[in-house]
């Protein structure tokens, strides 16, 4: 069981990281509303570059939604008193380890044993 001290330092952990994804999604939004600028006078390597870095910062944005969804998610068991509670064998998950990735589901053994049956899935 977390300590309030911990709750605390965990609810402003996920909440600088909502604040730091929101403003990354804005600047996206920004990005993408200016990628129609002038494009008079502009060469195919130009449009080619500019194609590759539009795709990516898109990638980029697509996977910080994903994170943001699951920041907003650990927020909620924050709330309900059950961030540190792994979501497979319902044992605690250390605070070192929500420290590290508050957004974690997983103890440090389930993890472990999941990512050894998707390693060995990956080898077959």
């Known amino acids: 069981m977390l300590t309030s001290e911990q709750t605390q330092e965990l ?4 909440e600088a990281d909502m604040a730091r994804l929101g ?9 993408t509303m200016d990628r129609d600028r002038d494009r008079i006078g502009r060469d195919s390597m130009d449009e080619s570059t500019e194609e590759e870095i539009y795709s990516t910062q898109l ?19 924050l709330e309900a008193g059950k961030l540190d509670e792994c979501e ?28 050894q049956v998707e390693s060995e899935t990956h080898a077959e």
């Open 11 to 14: 609810r402003a952990k996920l």
């Open 23 to 31: 403003d990354h999604a804005h600047n996206a939004l920004e990005f």
């Open 59 to 77: 990638r980029l944005h697509d996977r910080e939604n994903f994170l943001l969804q699951k920041v907003r998610e650990a927020m909620i068991r």
């Open 88 to 115: 497979e064998c319902a044992e605690p998950i250390g605070f070192k380890r929500l420290l590290a990735r508050p957004v974690t589901t997983l103890c440090f053994e389930c993890k472990s044993a999941r990512e």
